[in-house]
């Protein structure tokens, strides 16, 4: 399964919200201060026992609570809080006492005292008289909901599972609510094997909305859970046309928020084909914003396809064609996409976000073909959207970048001579680090250096680019002008031939300790080339060298971190060890905190 998206990890964190199974009914988490009126005696006194237990003070804590309940017997937070502090202790007898004094003091109709009895008196090994007191609860009380569940949860408990169904049941009839006490009644169909029950359960939460789905995925989402056959019991529920339009739409977010793309591309097929038409096309698109984000070009390409035919007007039809090349773009398709672009191009409005979308794209696709076209095309968008003079420089860098690679390393001066006349100093800096770049390819250092200073001194710009920008200027001033010159023509062979080879070997050279500091920012420089341009064997290599070769370099400790992230996985003996290198030989160094989160990520995976 893939990582969570963003859609699944907001489910979940609802899911953490929602009233837990034979939980606390009133109460699904700990009693918040402000609940019993801010600036209060009892407030204050609530909020300095929340404090003592999260420092694991528990005896301050439970003096501070029974201070409360001694003044009023049936403070419901603070005997909530009592009772959550003191029960997963083995203390159940305290609680059970400030439980039976608030029920003398008046707190028999309020919910959180009779649930904190209840279970009270259940923990002291009193069960039956637990029952009786939830039974006398419900009769005294037959609307309240929380009385059938604090029942059903004792009679489960028991192993009386019919019995503790039927309670739930009857709960639901009294408040005449069919999707009443679901999750409850879901647990109790999935302890018996009853997943068709249990579904039927889980249908009626998927109609709370996100809340809903959220709680359900997370049930089946649980460790040890059979996912297969709930899953599967729920896929056979949820197909049934019948059920109302926003229950399948729960349904379709369930399978979203479980990362199923199989059942996710049944429910939406069948729930586009059954529903009106404007229904349809907000059902359209949220499923293709979900696939796109998830990366399942299929089913965004579907979705943007369907939108496309069902359009009212053709600035709407142009609009999801473009979306849908954009998919294409995307997932690599580059001949649909670059054919779909060159027609929007020349079809939509200029200044419209189809257009200026189309003409981007085209442009990146033309310059990834090392077309000639994609100067004119830089010339074109420059000059139909001259106030975004951040993409004009973006692309004009993209297109040095694509002359580089070509071996053209005049035309990658040229290129940058495509950005706007008066840049920004952020923008200027950018080109200016670009032009550095060309200059060290073409064998000039001075320039390079000059082009790097003005990269550095001029304000704004990416903090990462004015590092490594610092970094080069340092190098190109310490190292000897040779040295300078075999990393340029590597880098070049690098960038343009995709060839490490000549990076690699220089690391021979640079690898002499009598280079001193400037060999070790060429390994360290030349190393994170490697790595941005997908080689990172060959990183690592050069990154030993460096360690080896410049144990006290400024640059081998953060050489030692990427050492043993790229060890990861595949050998956790030698990322450990590079980890506690690390942090041994630097323990001060600001990269050691780094590397005891590795080393405690490596001892957690195991």
């Not at 999260?54 to 609570?65: M, N, P």
Request: proline residues 4%; charged residues 25%.
């Amino acid at each position: 399964m893939r990582g969570r998206p963003l859609a699944r990890t907001l489910w979940t964190r609802a899911a953490r919200a929602c009233v837990p199974v034979f939980g606390l009914f009133v109460l699904s988490g700990p009693v918040q201060a402000q609940e019993v009126g801010s600036g209060s005696s009892e407030s204050r006194s609530l909020a300095r026992a929340a404090t003592a237990e999260r420092a694991g003070r528990v005896e301050e804590a439970r003096r501070e609570l029974e201070a409360v309940l001694d003044v009023n017997p049936t403070s419901s937070a603070a005997l909530a809080m009592l009772s959550q502090l003191l029960t997963t202790r083995g203390r159940s007898s305290e609680v059970l006492q400030r439980a039976e004094s608030a029920a003398a003091a008046g707190g028999l109709g309020d919910p959180v005292v009779m649930q904190v009895w209840i279970r009270a008196l259940d923990s002291a090994g009193q069960r039956d008289s637990a029952l009786s007191l939830a039974t006398d609860w419900i009769r005294r009380k037959p609307t309240d909901v929380a009385a059938y569940a604090e029942r059903a949860r004792l009679l489960a408990a028991a192993g009386r599972i019919d019995e503790a169904k039927a309670t739930l049941v009857d709960g639901r009839t009294a408040k005449q609510d069919s999707t009443l006490l679901s999750q409850e009644l879901a647990e109790l169909m999935v302890s018996t094997g009853d997943f068709q029950g249990a579904a039927r359960e889980w249908i009626k939460i998927l109609g709370w909305g996100e809340i809903g789905v959220a709680a359900v995925a997370e049930r089946i989402s649980a460790a040890g859970f059979d996912s297969g056959e709930a899953t599967s019991a729920l896929a056979q529920a949820v197909s049934d046309p019948s059920l109302p339009v926003h229950v399948r739409r729960g349904g379709l977010g369930l399978a979203l928020a479980l990362d199923d793309r199989d059942w996710a591309r049944q429910i939406a097929r069948d729930l586009a084909a059954s529903v009106p038409a404007e229904t349809r096309r907000l059902l359209l698109r949220d499923y293709y914003v979900e696939c796109r984000n998830r990366e399942w070009s299929d089913e965004a390409s579907w979705a943007a396809a369907r939108l496309e035919e069902e359009s009212l007007d053709e600035a709407e039809r142009r609009h999801w064609r473009a979306m849908r090349a954009d998919v294409a773009f995307r997932a690599g398709d580059q001949e649909a996409a670059e054919r779909t672009f060159a027609e929007l191009s020349r079809t939509a409005s200029p200044g419209t976000e189809t257009h200026r979308r189309s003409l981007r794209r085209l442009f990146s696709l033309r310059v990834a073909g090392r077309s000639d076209e994609a100067v004119g095309l830089l010339s074109e968008y420059a000059a139909a959207y001259p106030e975004d003079t951040d993409e004009v420089v973006d692309m004009a860098v993209e297109l040095s970048n694509s002359r580089v690679a070509n071996r053209d390393l005049e035309g990658a001066r040229a290129a940058l001579g495509s950005a706007p006349d008066l840049p920004t100093p952020s923008q200027a800096s950018r080109l200016a680090g670009q032009a550095a770049v060309v200059a060290l390819l073409e064998g000039r250092p001075a320039v390079a250096l000059a082009e790097l200073e003005t990269a550095i001194f001029l304000p704004g710009g990416d903090p990462v680019r004015r590092t490594d920008a610092i970094l080069l200027a340092q190098l190109l001033e310490a190292a000897d002008s040779s040295d300078v010159a075999r990393f340029g023509e590597g880098l070049l062979d690098l960038l343009a031939d995709r060839d490490p080879d000549s990076l690699v070997r220089g690391a021979e050279h640079w690898g002499q300790s009598s280079m001193g500091e400037a060999g070790a920012a060429l390994l360290s420089i030349a190393a994170g080339a490697l790595d941005r341009e997908g080689f990172p064997a060959e990183a690592a290599r050069l990154r030993r060298e460096l360690v080896d070769s410049f144990p006290q370099a400024p640059e081998t400790p953060a050489a030692m971190l990427e050492l043993g992230r790229h060890a990861g996985r595949a050998d956790p003996d030698e990322a450990r060890q590079w980890f506690e290198r690390l942090v041994v030989t630097y323990p001060r160094h600001a990269l050691a905190p780094l590397a005891r989160q590795e080393l405690s990520t490596l001892s957690g995976g195991e």
